[in-house]
């Protein structure tokens, strides 16, 4: 499977050369303290989990804007917008966009003058969907098919990395968090948006949208009911803010602090590499 697509215009050296021998997903090796991951509230083989959640966006690839507008009335344009903000792109920056899947977030970042933006996702039909609309929007990006969790890059290479709601989907997620750190030049920040867990008294009637009108949703616009139950487990299945906050520690990051939206539906954490 070909690692890089559309990077012709990108600094040759900014890929590493090993890049096109990166084994394709399925053949990633397991962690031996790992052998049971969670998909959604299914315990499955670690191995499995990544060609499990690339089938869950091959399905919704082609809807999945709407679907993200339909399920949150919109308000995931707030949060990126949020997220945008709280990176503070100057001039000169090169921006790592982990599952950038259709690339909203790295078209947001694109537009701001003098940064560079790099968009990855594991799952090629994502990645193709961010590519396309990038073009569309008159945005030639690079774009490189990957595993977070086996970055292609050199250390120190990124100032800022940026990661919306793809944290949850991968299986090793301490190990995605320490390539974050490792591929940050000293002062970066990386800056990680995902579902996480709302304000206790909004529970229950959360828990029934996500697990009864999702899916609905899903059902109606992409034919697809269980990729979206999966999306409401893989949720709840998400560590909470405090948690993912020490992993952040765990991983080597400083001043880690996190931003609770919409109470607590999303929270963006951010950390930043000290040296």
């Known amino acids: 499977m070909a690692c890089v697509h559309g ?51 091959d399905s919704v690839a082609s809807r999945y804007d709407l679907m993200n507008d339909l399920m949150s009335g919109g308000l995931h344009r707030v949060w990126k917008h949020f997220t945008v903000g709280q990176a ?30 790099w968009m990855t996702d594991i799952n090629a039909a994502m990645l193709d969907v961010g590519r ?3 073009l569309n ?11 977070a969790e086996r970055l292609p890059f050199p250390d120190k290479h990124f100032d800022r990395v940026t990661l919306a709601f793809g944290l949850r989907n991968m299986t090793n997620k301490d190990v995605a968090l320490k390539e974050i750190h490792r591929v940050l030049k000293p002062g970066g920040k990386a ?15 959360y ?8 899916p609905a949703i899903g059902k109606l616009v992409t034919n697809d009911a269980d990729s979206y139950r999966y999306l409401a487990e893989s949720i709840r299945m998400h560590p909470d803010q405090e948690t993912l906050a020490q992993m952040f520690r765990d991983a080597g990051f400083g001043q880690v602090r996190y931003f609770n939206m919409t109470a607590g539906v999303v929270a963006l954490h951010q950390g930043v590499r000290l040296n």
């Open 7 to 57: 990077c012709t215009s990108a600094p040759p050296s900014a890929v590493s050369s090993h890049c096109q021998a990166i084994p394709s997903f399925q053949e990633f090796p397991v962690s031996d303290t790992q052998q049971k991951t969670h998909f959604g509230y299914q315990q499955v083989d670690a191995a499995e989990k990544a060609g499990r959640v690339r089938g869950v966006f």
């Open 88 to 117: 503070a792109l100057r001039p000169g920056m090169r921006v790592l966009d982990l599952a950038t899947g259709s690339g909203d977030l790295a078209r947001a970042m694109a537009r701001k003058p003098g940064v560079e933006v």
């Open 132 to 134: 396309d609309r990038a």
């Open 137 to 147: 929007d008159g945005l030639s990006l690079p774009t490189v098919q990957c595993d």
């Open 191 to 205: 800056l990680v948006l995902e579902f996480s867990k709302v304000w206790e008294p909004l529970r229950r009637p």
């Open 207 to 214: 828990d029934a949208f996500s697990f009864n009108v999702i």
